[in-house]
């Protein structure tokens, strides 16, 4: 097999707009998921008895449907419920960001209960409100237990971006999938993308892992 790049360096603009929208989707889609999670992570853990339930009922739906149902009733379905159409790089990170956010949600409450439950009563004791006591005291060390699974779940936060071409995103699977029927060659450029994928994914992983090695002790409440 003749292997071509030429219709890679010829089409390199284009496949680098590709690239650029796919950072841009990952980015947006991990910062709701993230705030999402901090909030429901955080409400699950000590907003009471039946905003847990409530909580716990999203993470458990969310978690139990495919991620690409979501996305598509989300650009599909949804504008039908609000009255508005939505383009699909707003659908796309709305459902990446939603999903993620369950999975989020699990690993701040997780997080959060792993501190030792003295350390909230010693906070409570010296004047603290409840929520100083866990922006200040609670939430910054559990942070740092959760840097391995948060990394983890930002990867393939990256990697999910791709799910996002069911609904024409222009991002970087759809686009080589645009590219390869142009030019018949799919070996050379599906094999480009997933070379891409991988200079992203990777350097995000080992950049988290090297930060909690030098956090880790600062958690070990």
């Known amino acids: 097999m003749d292997i071509d790049i030429r219709p890679l360096v010829e089409n390199w603009r284009f496949m680098s707009q590709a690239v650029g929208m796919t950072l841009l989707v990952s980015a947006l889609s991990i910062c709701l998921g993230l705030a999402i999670g901090i909030v429901c992570g955080t409400l699950r853990t000590y907003g009471g008895r039946f905003i847990g339930m409530a909580l716990g009922l999203y993470v458990d739906l969310v978690r139990s449907i495919p991620v690409l149902a979501i996305l598509v009733w989300t650009y599909f379905a949804f504008p039908l419920f609000i ?9 796309g990170v709305l459902a990446l960001g939603f999903h993620l956010g369950a999975y ?19 906070a409570l004791a010296l004047g603290m409100s409840r929520f100083q006591a866990i ?37 970087l699977l759809r686009q080589s999938q645009v590219l390869a029927g142009k030019t018949y060659r799919p070996f050379e450029i599906y094999t480009a993308a997933m070379f891409v994928y991988f200079m992203i994914c990777y350097p995000i992983a080992r950049i988290i892992d090297r930060i909690y090695r030098r956090l880790a002790p600062l958690g070990a409440s």
């Open 83 to 91: 009255g508005y159409s939505l383009t699909p790089v707003t659908g």
């Open 104 to 122: 989020v949600t699990e690993v701040i409450r997780a997080g959060l209960t792993s501190i030792r439950a003295g350390q909230m009563r010693a």
């Open 135 to 171: 922006r200040k005291i609670i939430l910054p060390q559990a942070l740092i237990r959760m840097l391995p699974p948060l990394g983890s779940l930002i990867v393939i936060a990256v990697k999910d971006s791709a799910i996002a071409s069911v609904i024409a995103v222009p991002e």
